[in-house]
């Protein structure tokens, strides 16, 4: 991943989140409160005016870090800082000028770390963390069976859809969700459905 891609990752990001508000709004209304698909949007619409303003010769960390930057300041609700800490620190992991697809694995393990730790979900808690830890997986898998980055993308797009899928019969402990006890079960999670089109659009902009 170098510079490029980084920017053309999060424009097609920011593109899947507006396209998909509606569907995210609905999961988040479901067992949360219904702001998850607008937070987003805001978020990432932020986001691309910060893009729009970065100095060209900014290294490929310097493009994720500020955009994680940006959601923190821009989104109220939980995913905001949490999907920023972990753009942050992806960012401050990634070598310049460009990673290859263990760096970015690497990276992006460090950057669940950070989601981890500033909420403390573990697999199963029904969060984004179910879609963000098996497309984090797959990519480490996929770099050490030596696929493009583009093929070792689009596995971690799909590792991430199964993940948030597999969020419907789990019952939520994390988050707002868990309020809802064993109301939540048979809900999608709002999160982990947007940390899957985050991945996905990571497989877009690679050609996927
Ligand atoms: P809020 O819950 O504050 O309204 P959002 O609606 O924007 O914030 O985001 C909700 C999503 O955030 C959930 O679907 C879940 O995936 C994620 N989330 C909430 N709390 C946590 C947590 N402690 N750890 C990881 N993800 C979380
Ligand atoms: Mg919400």
Same mark, same amino acid.
């Given at each position: ?22 569907? &995210?709004? =609905? %999961? /988040? *209304?479901?067992?949360? !409160?219904?702001?998850? #698909?607008?937070? @987003?949007? +805001?978020?990432? $619409?932020?986001? &691309?005016? =910060? %893009? /729009? *303003?970065?100095?060209? !010769?900014?290294?490929? #960390?310097?493009? @994720?870090? +500020?955009?994680? $930057? ?139």
């Amino acid at each position: 991943m170098d510079t490029d891609l980084a920017l053309g990752w999060l424009r097609a990001a920011a593109a899947a989140v507006e396209q998909h508000e509606p569907e &995210l709004t =609905a %999961l /988040d *209304a479901a067992i949360g !409160d219904g702001d998850h #698909g607008a937070n @987003l949007r +805001r978020g990432f $619409t932020a986001v &691309l005016a =910060a %893009l /729009d *303003a970065l100095p060209p !010769d900014t290294p490929v #960390g310097g493009v @994720l870090s +500020r955009a994680g $930057t940006t959601l923190i300041s821009t989104v109220g609700g939980a995913a905001g800082p949490l999907y920023g800490s972990a753009l942050r620190t992806t960012g401050a992991a990634l070598p310049a000028p460009a990673a290859d697809i263990t760096d970015l694995a690497a990276a992006l393990r460090a950057g669940l770390s950070a989601v981890q730790k500033l909420g403390g979900a573990v697999p199963g808690d029904k969060t984004m963390v179910d879609a963000f830890e098996p497309a984090v997986a797959a990519l480490e898998r996929a770099a050490f069976d030596g696929f493009s980055l583009r093929e070792a993308a689009a596995l971690a797009a799909e590792a991430a859809e199964r993940g948030a899928r597999d969020t419907v019969p789990l019952e939520a402990r994390k988050g707002r969700a868990s309020y809802l006890g064993p109301r939540s079960v048979g809900h999608q999670d709002p999160g982990a459905t947007s940390t899957a089109l985050l991945f996905r659009a990571l497989a877009r902009a690679a050609g996927a």
